[in-house]
Nanobody
Framework: QGQLVESGGGLVQAGGSLSLSCSAS????????MGWYRQAPGKQRELVAT???????TYADSVKGRFTISRDNAKNTVYLQMNSLKPEDTAIYYC????????WGQGTQVTVSS
């Protein structure tokens, strides 16, 4: 139903690293900008990072200098490299893609222990 497929979540200790990926199913066409949101229990969904087809990026202040978003346009895949992880980064991470409509990933759990 237009959802993107995410992978790479898991459990990591504070200070560690984790890499997420998100790929279009192959039945999605006209993908434009892509990005990542995250949501912790009881909190609003927060925009983490975005990247345009041309490679222009934006980051939430809370992750600047620690997270890196990238993409492979030929594969319609977006990545999120997360370094120096903090317990505050614990959340479900969702990828998004824009096009004819918005597409959402199923979410992947990232847990950072102290």
């Amino acid at each position: 139903q237009g959802q993107l497929v995410e992978s790479g979540g898991g459990l990591v200790q504070a200070g560690g690293s984790l890499s997420l990926s998100c790929s279009a199913s192959g039945s999605i066409f006209g993908i434009g900008a892509m990005g990542w949101y995250r949501q912790a229990p009881g909190k609003q969904r927060e925009l983490v990072a975005t990247i345009t087809t041309g490679g222009t990026t934006t980051y939430a202040d809370s992750v600047k200098g620690r997270f890196t978003i990238s993409r492979d346009n030929a594969k319609n895949t977006v990545y999120l490299q997360m370094n120096s992880l903090k317990p505050e980064d614990t959340a479900i991470y969702y990828c998004i893609a824009t096009g004819l409509r918005a597409y959402w990933g199923q979410g992947t759990q990232v847990t950072v222990s102290s």
